[in-house]
C-alpha cells in the first residue's frame, strides 16, 4: 500500500499532463496539494508516511531558494528578449541570415545547430523561437520549417544560461561543473543526430548524403564545443559559445561568395554585454571580492546572488535601456515569467515534500533493479517522462531530479543518473505540448491537422533520443 500512496503524485501529474493537458503550472501545485493531503492522511492514520514539521519546512526552504535563483534568471531574460524585440534586434538577426550566400540546406543548419542553441541559451523558455520560426518559415516549405524549429530546442540543459543545470546540481547535491561536464557526455550524440535530421528534412533525395554529412559535422562542432567548455567549468556561457563556434563554422565552410560574416551590431551588442558582465562576475572571486560568502542557505541549497547571472542580465537592460522602465514591457514579462516560475516553485515543492515524508525511498526501494546497468537504462526514461509533461528542463529536473539521485548511494553512480536526468529531460522537451503550440503560434494560422503532425513527429524523435541516452548512459556507468 505504501509503494501505492508513494507513486500516486507522480500518477496524478501524469495523468494531468498527458491526459487533460494542464499547463504545468497547475499541474504542480495540484501535485502539491495532493502530495500534503496524502502525508496528513497517512499521520492522521499513522501509516507510515513522515509528517514531523521539521523536514517539510527545510523542504519549503529549499525550494523556495532554488525558485529565487531561478526567478533571478529568468525574469530579467524575458525583459531583456522584450526589450531586444521593441529595438528591432531581432528583425536585424533575420534580414542578415537572409542576405548570407549560402544555399538553403546550411542556412537551415545554421540555424537549427548554431544560432537557435546561442539564442536560446540566452533567454531560454522557447523565446529563440521568436526568431528562428521566421527565418526557417523563409528557408523551407512549412511542414519542413515546423519540425525544424521544434528540433532547433535542442540546448536545453545549457539554456537560459545553463539554468537547468544549475537547479539540478542543487537538487541531487552534486557541483554545478561536475554535472555541466557530464552532462555534455551524455548529450554528445543527440546533437549530430539532430543536424543530420535537420540535413535530411531539408534536402532532395540526391543531396542527402551531403546534407546528413554536413549536419553531423556542424552537430560534432557543437557537441566538442560544449564538452570543452563545461570541461573548463564555463557553465552558463556553454550554450552561446557552442552555438556561436557551430553557426561560425557553417559560415566558414559553406559560404558561397565573399561576404562579412559579421550580423549588424545592433543585433550582436546584447550579446557582448552579457557575455562580458558575465565574465566580470566569475573574476569578482579572484579580485578578492568573496561573492559567494555572501550566501543565503536554506534546506541544503546555498544561492549567492552575487555570483547569479542574473545580475548580468539585469546590468545589461540598465545599459540598453539607459535605465529607463517601459511598463508595457514589466507587465508583459510578468505575464511570461509568471507560469514558469510557479511551475518550477510547485515542482521543486512538491519533490521535497516527497523526499521529506519518505515517498521517494519507498519508490527508490520498490524499483526493480539491482544492478547499475538497470538504472542506467531506466534513468533515460525517467529523465525525458519528465521533461515531456513539464515542457521544461528546469521543471523536469525539479519534478524528478531528486528521485533519480535517491537511486543509489554510490557518488560515482549519483553523478550519472543525475547527468541522464539533466540531460534527458533537456531533449524531451522539444516535443512536449508547450513547444509545439508555442512553434504554431509563432508560425500563425496554417492547416488542421498541424498540431497532430508535430506530435507524431516529436515522438518518433523522442525515441530514438531516449535510445541514444540509454546507450551513453550505459557507456558513462560502465567507464565508471
Known sequence: MNILVSVSPLLFVVILSAWFRRPAFIVAWCGVALVAALVLVSWWMQAGLQADAAPHLQGLGAAALITLQAALVIGPGLYLNSLLGRAKAHDALVAWVGRIPMDPLHKRLM???????????????????????????????????????????????????????????????????????????????????????????????????????????????????????????????????????????????????????????????????????????????????????????????????????????????????RGQEAASLLRDTLNRAMKPILALGGFTLMAQMMVASGMIRIIGEALPVSHPMQLGGLSPMLGALSGYLTGSNVGGNALMMTMQASLTDDKALQLALSAIQNSAAGHAAFASMPIILLVLAIAGPGGKDEESDLVRFGLKILLLVVALLVAAGLLLIALG
Open 111 to 321: 540555424i537549427v545547430v548554431g544560432l537557435a542553441p546561442a539564442l536560446e541559451s540566452l533567454t531560454g523558455f522557447g523565446v529563440s523561437l521568436l526568431v528562428t520560426v521566421p527565418l526557417l518559415l523563409a528557408a523551407s516549405e512549412r511542414r519542413t520549417a515546423l519540425r525544424q524549429s521544434m528540433l532547433s530546442m535542442n540546448i536545453m540543459p545549457w539554456g537560459t544560461l545553463g539554468l537547468a543545470t544549475v537547479v539540478g546540481a542543487q537538487l541531487s547535491g552534486q557541483s554545478v561543473s561536475s554535472l555541466g561536464f557530464a552532462t555534455s557526455l551524455i548529450s554528445f550524440g543527440v546533437f549530430p543526430v539532430f543536424g543530420m535530421l535537420t540535413g535530411w528534412l531539408s534536402a532532395e533525395s540526391a543531396e542527402r548524403g551531403r546534407a546528413l554529412r554536413d549536419g553531423f559535422l556542424l552537430g560534432c562542432v557543437l557537441s566538442l564545443g560544449l564538452v570543452a567548455l563545461n570541461w573548463l567549468g564555463v557553465i552558463e556561457l556553454a550554450g552561446i559559445l557552442a552555438g556561436l563556434a557551430s553557426a561560425l563554422a557553417c559560415l566558414l565552410l559553406f559560404r558561397t561568395a565573399s561576404h562579412s560574416m559579421l550580423p549588424p551590431w545592433q543585433a550582436v551588442r546584447p550579446y557582448v554585454i552579457v557575455l562580458g558582465l558575465i565574465a566580470v562576475i566569475r573574476a569578482l572571486p579572484f579580485l578578492g571580492v568573496p561573492t559567494k560568502d555572501w550566501a543565503i542557505e536554506a534546506g541544503g541549497v546555498r544561492f549567492a546572488p552575487l555570483a547569479s547571472p542574473g545580475l548580468a542580465l539585469l546590468a545589461t537592460i540598465l545599459i540598453l535601456s
